[in-house]
């Protein structure tokens, strides 16, 4: 009788683990219509002012099919202009998520491009040593981004994203200079116009932490 119980056991376990596989939200979670919302924290450098930027943010993603995800985010970056300045972005917009090679297990590498539209004002900081010739300047502008990335399934409803782009601005563009006289540091602000918009680009390095809601469809 126990060898029966046994052998029925050793024969049923593999049925078992399969069934049990079949329900578990890892084969689920993947598919599309799949809607995931997550916060995010983003460096910006190798931009115009040659300085790094620190921000926060947050976006919610909704997959189309196995092989394409789409991301939409906001954001809103820092930046310290050599003690004289602050520079601040705010970005809000949407990109396309491409998923070459494996579509799951722990580390699913993708292609990202996207758009968005951003909001940008550089503000002179007053202090008594420093010499502010120009008032602050602002901007509104669009902007088109291409990178690649990672995501870490550290269980089958969370994950950590690791991504870089670079982010091309299209329009006018906010130039800062800095001149030491005496050792008196001298800011000058200007907003540059031209007929035709201005190139302005910056990398930006992303870590987001990202959960799995649902299915919407």
């Not at 024969?11 to 890892?26: A, D, G, H, K, N």
């Not at 926060?56 to 820092?78: H, M, P, V, Y």
């Not at 990672?150 to 200079?177: E, K, P, R």
């Not at 000058?188 to 932490?209: A, R």
Request: aromatic letters at 12%; a negative charge; one cysteine or more.
């Amino acid at each position: 009788m126990h060898k029966i119980k046994l052998i029925s056991i050793v024969l049923l376990f593999p049925i078992t683990v399969f069934s049990q596989e079949e329900m578990r939200p890892s084969n689920t979670t993947k598919a599309s219509g799949m809607f995931e919302l997550g916060v995010r924290s983003t460096i910006s450098g190798f931009g115009s002012t040659n300085n790094i930027g620190t921000g926060f943010g947050g976006q919610f993603r909704l997959r189309i099919s196995k092989r394409i995800n789409t991301e939409w985010f906001a954001d809103f970056i820092t930046e310290d202009i050599d003690g004289l300045a602050k520079r601040n972005d705010y970005h809000i917009g949407w990109s396309v998520m491409f998923y070459p090679f494996a579509t799951e297990g722990k580390f699913v590498p993708y292609i990202l491009a996207g758009h968005c539209f951003d909001y940008t004002k550089v503000s002179p900081v007053r202090t008594n040593e420093n010499i502010i010739v120009d008032e602050a300047q602002s901007r509104l502008s669009s902007a088109t981004q291409l990178g690649i990335g990672t995501h870490f399934n550290a269980t089958d409803y969370f994950d950590v994203s690791f991504g870089v782009q670079y982010m091309v601005h299209l329009g006018n563009d906010i130039h800062t200079d800095i001149d030491e006289h005496n050792r008196t540091k001298e800011l000058h602000i200007e907003k540059e116009s031209h007929s035709n918009p201005v190139l302005e680009g910056h990398l930006l390095f992303t870590v987001s932490v990202n959960f799995k809601l649902g299915k919407i469809w």
